[in-house]
C-alpha cells in the first residue's frame, strides 16, 4: 500500500487533469467492507451526479445541496488543495467519497458522502470515514481533525451521536443556507490523543470522562480556561443554549 501526501496531485493547469495517472485507483486504507483509493477521473464524474441538488445522496456534511460541477471540484483541488478520495466495497465499485483540506500546519478539515441513499444505512460511509481518520493521523502525521454538519442534516448527526468519535465544539447559528432555509452548523473535532484512545489503544469508551485532557498546560492557558469555564457556569446564553432547553423553537 502507497502512502502519500494526499488522495491525489495536480499535473496541470486549470482545465487539465486533477490526478496523477500512476496514482488513480491506487489504495489507500482497507476496511472490513470498503477501501479508500486515489479518484479517477470517472470518480468525478460520479462525484458531480452524487452531489448534485437532485442527486440521490446521503451527505456526511451540509455542503450537498449547492450545485456542484467538475470545474467546482478542479477549482478546489488547484486552488484551495482540497483532496478527494473514493470509498469503494472491496470488489471496486464506487460507493462514496471522502475529502480533506488543510486548515492549519496539522490539522485538517474533512467531509464526504455516499452515492445512494440505500448504501448509508449499510456503514459504507462510516467505515470510509474511519479510513480517512485513521490516513489523516498515521500517515500524514495530524494533530488534529474537524467537520461541520448542518442541523438538517439527520442521519449524519445520528451516526456521530451514537458512535461518539468526535466532541461538539460549537453551532453556528444560521451559518448555512439550503433550499432557502437558514440551518445551524455544527462544529466537531477529533484531537490525536483522542484518535490514539479510538484506533490505536481501543480504549475509547461512550463516555467524556474516558477522554483525556491534553497534559502539562502553561499557566496562561490554564487561567483562560478557567476564564471561559466561570463564564459558562454564570448562566450566560450560547449556541448550545437553544438545544440544551426543554422546547426548542
Known amino acids: 500500500m502507497r502512502h502519500d501526501g494526499g488522495c491525489h496531485k495536480v499535473l496541470r493547469e486549470w482545465g487539465g487533469p486533477v490526478i496523477d495517472a500512476e496514482e488513480a485507483g491506487t489504495e489507500l486504507r482497507s476496511g472490513r467492507m470498503v477501501r479508500i483509493t486515489h479518484s479517477t ?3 468525478y464524474e460520479l462525484f458531480v451526479e452524487w ?3 437532485g442527486g440521490r445522496v446521503a451527505a456526511l456534511t451540509g455542503d450537498a445541496g449547492e450545485r456542484v460541477t467538475i470545474a467546482a471540484l478542479r477549482r478546489e483541488v488547484e486552488v484551495h488543495g482540497s483532496r478527494y478520495c473514493t470509498i469503494r466495497t472491496l470488489a471496486g465499485r464506487p460507493v462514496g467519497m ?3 483540506f488543510r486548515v492549519g500546519p496539522d490539522a485538517f478539515e474533512i467531509s464526504g458522502a455516499v452515492g445512494e441513499d440505500g448504501l448509508w444505512t449499510r456503514g459504507f460511509g462510516a ?3 474511519g479510513l480517512l ?3 489523516l493521523f498515521a500517515d500524514l502525521n495530524a494533530h488534529r481533525l474537524q467537520f461541520r454538519v448542518g442541523s438538517h442534516n439527520r442521519s449524519m448527526l445520528e451516526m456521530v451521536i451514537r458512535l461518539r468519535f468526535f466532541m461538539l ?3 453556528l447559528r444560521d451559518r448555512q443556507v439550503v433550499n432557502g432555509e437558514h440551518h445551524d452548523l455544527l462544529v466537531w473535532s477529533m484531537l490525536r490523543h483522542e484518535y490514539e484512545a479510538l484506533f490505536v489503544r481501543g480504549e475509547w469508551k461512550s463516555s467524556r470522562s474516558t477522554v483525556q485532557a491534553e497534559p502539562e498546560e502553561n499557566s496562561d492557558r490554564r487561567l483562560v480556561r ?7 457556569r454564570s448562566g450566560v446564553s450560547t449556541s448550545l443554549t437553544a438545544y440544551q432547553s426543554e422546547t426548542v423553537g
Open 98 to 100: 471522502v475529502k480533506f
Open 169 to 171: 465544539e460549537g453551532i
Open 226 to 232: 478557567e476564564t471561559l469555564t466561570n463564564y459558562l
Open 133 to 135: 481518520i485513521e490516513h
Open 127 to 129: 467505515e470510509g470515514f
Open 51 to 53: 452531489l448534485s441538488p
Open 41 to 43: 477521473e470517472a470518480d
